[in-house]
């Protein structure tokens, strides 16, 4: 039986299928939120704070600094280091030991990265 026969591409329309619908998945949600941002344009209260009430002083559209992005990024990556070394935990006497070399790999290069932004002064508060 030849590799291009029925038998054989029977799985290709499953993957055909979802790109198509993930594609038209993102386009008509761009299309729609687009739709919608258009025909609402804002009012005189669009500038005003939310639900505060205080008028603001200078600029509101002020800007974060770098440092904060890289503690979220920083804080996102260990959190989620948190969550699979739960995971591990739960099924540990079932992994034997090359379930506990695999961790122990994943958190030396979790503590390297660490380690790497700790000498770059990431972690520092400026």
Partial sequence: M????????DG?????GF?????TFVFLTIGLAWLISHRNRGD?????????????YGDTHGRFGLSFYI????????????IFIYLWA????DLLLG???????FVAILLLGLAYAWRKGVLTWR
């Fill in 19 to 23: 790109v198509f619908a993930g594609v």
């Fill in 99 to 105: 379930g506990f070399v695999s961790m122990f790999i």
């Fill in 71 to 82: 503690y979220a990024l920083l804080f996102v990556a260990f959190d989620i280091e948190v």
């Fill in 90 to 93: 739960i099924v540990f006497r």
């Fill in 12 to 16: 290709i329309w499953y993957v055909v």
């Fill in 2 to 9: 030849p590799p291009w026969s029925e038998g054989r591409l």
């Fill in 44 to 56: 005189v209260h669009k500038g005003l704070p939310y639900e505060s009430g205080i008028d603001t």
